[in-house]
C-alpha cells in the first residue's frame, strides 16, 4: 500500500519559514519524481517544485530563491523549505511521487497572515 504523508503546515506570519516534509512508504522511492504542488481556494493546483530522481530540480517562478525543495532517500523523505513566506503563498500543500504510475498525498495547510 502506497502511503505519502505530509507535515509541516502551520499558521505562519509573513517573512516567516516552514519546512514541509512528505514520508513515503510502499514505493521504491530512489526512482521516482517527487513534487510538492499548492491549491489556494478557488483556484487550480500548481506544480510547486519538483526534484528527479538525479537531485535535479525545478521551481514555480514565483518561489524561486525563497523555496527549496530536497529529498532524503534514505529516509523515504522529500521536504519544501520555504522562507521568506508571502500571503499569496496560503494554499493546501500536496505531495506527489511520479513515475510509471502517480501518488498523491493528502496535503497539508499552509497558512500565511499578513
Known amino acids: 500500500q502506497v502511503q505519502l504523508v505530509e507535515s509541516g503546515g502551520d499558521l505562519v506570519q509573513a517573512g516567516g519559514s516552514l519546512r514541509l516534509s512528505c514520508a513515503a512508504s510502499?514505493?521504491?522511492?530512489?526512482?521516482?519524481?517527487m513534487a510538492w504542488y499548492r491549491q489556494a481556494p478557488g483556484k487550480q493546483r500548481e506544480l510547486v517544485a519538483a526534484i528527479g530522481s538525479g537531485g535535479s530540480t525545478n521551481y514555480l517562478d514565483s518561489v524561486k530563491g525563497r523555496f527549496t525543495i530536497s529529498r532524503d532517500n534514505a529516509k523515504n523523505t522529500v521536504y519544501l523549505q520555504m522562507n521568506s513566506l508571502k500571503p499569496e503563498d496560503t494554499a493546501v500543500y500536496y505531495c506527489k511521487a511520479r513515475s510509471t504510475r502517480q501518488y498523491w498525498g493528502q496535503g497539508t495547510q499552509v497558512t500565511v497572515s499578513s
Open positions: 510502499g514505493i521504491d522511492f530512489s526512482i521516482y519524481t
